[in-house]
C-alpha cells in the first residue's frame, strides 16, 4: 500500500507564488516518474509537470517559464513551485506516482489564484 500526501496549496493573489508538496510513502521499492496534474470545474484532469527518475521534465505549454517541478528521490518526494500565478491556474492539483506496475493519485489540494 502506498499513501501520497500532498500540501502546499491555498489561495494567492495573481502574480503571487505557491509551492505544492507531494510525500509518498508505505511499500515502495522504486518510482518512475513524478507529476502533477490539475483539474479546473467543468474541465478534463490536465498534465501540469512530470519528471522523470533521470530528472528529465516535461511541462504544460501554459506553465513554462512559470513553474518548476523537482524530486527527492531519498525522500519519495516532488515539489511543483509556482510563480507568477493566474486566475486559470485555479484547481485542484493533483499529486500522480508512477510505481512501474502501478499508478497512485493524491487527494487533490485546492488551488485558487484571485484576479
Known amino acids: 500500500q502506498v499513501q501520497l500526501v500532498e500540501s502546499g496549496g491555498g489561495l494567492v493573489q495573481a502574480g503571487g507564488s505557491l509551492r505544492l508538496s507531494c510525500a509518498a510513502s508505505?511499500?515502495?521499492?522504486?518510482?518512475?516518474?513524478m507529476g502533477w496534474y490539475r483539474q479546473a470545474p467543468g474541465k478534463q484532469r490536465e498534465l501540469v509537470a512530470v519528471?522523470?527518475?533521470?530528472?528529465?521534465?516535461n511541462y504544460a505549454d501554459s506553465v513554462k517559464g512559470r513553474f518548476t517541478i523537482s524530486r527527492d528521490n531519498a525522500k519519495n518526494t516532488v515539489h511543483l513551485q509556482m510563480n507568477s500565478l493566474k486566475p486559470e491556474d485555479t484547481a485542484v492539483y493533483y499529486c500522480?506516482?508512477?510505481?512501474?506496475?502501478?499508478?497512485?493519485w493524491g487527494q487533490g489540494t485546492q488551488v485558487t489564484v484571485s484576479s
Open positions: 519528471v522523470t527518475s533521470g530528472g528529465s521534465t
Open positions: 508505505g511499500s515502495i521499492f522504486s518510482i518512475n516518474y
Open positions: 500522480k506516482v508512477d510505481l512501474y506496475k502501478t499508478l497512485y
